[in-house]
């Protein structure tokens, strides 16, 4: 469960994040903040490419902030996606995948300039999903 301060300090770096979106082909942007067991927050935009499957995810790109520049071990307790839309958007399956290997059971939070939210976690999104214990 997240607190309000941490919710707002989540929502404020995804927005920020959002604004800086590299989106010349889909126009839709796309910001994400995680937030460590630690506490630290790391904030992601997407950015597409010409070549469209080099393109990579607002989450994909906060969870490589946070390998780049966590203390370890790290753990992700929650992650907010923040898009400028009606209506919010989950994480595709990669971005479920790539979380999965740092916080498999964390809270997951979509949320949108409309009334709308997703509350889930990532367990939820991603059942029975292949990760590190898979491969002892």
Partial sequence: MLSDAERTQLLEAATLAAARAYVPYSHFRVGAAVLTEQGTVHAGCNVENASYGLTICAERNALFQMVATAPRPIAVRAI?????????????????????????????????????????????????AFGPRSLD
């Fill in 80 to 128: 907010l996606i923040y898009t400028p839309s009606p209506a919010p958007t989950a994480p595709c399956g990669a971005c479920r995948q790539v979380l999965h290997e740092f916080g498999p059971r964390c809270a997951v939070l979509c949320v949108c300039d409309g009334p709308d939210q997703i509350a889930t976690t990532l367990d939820q999104l991603l059942p029975a």
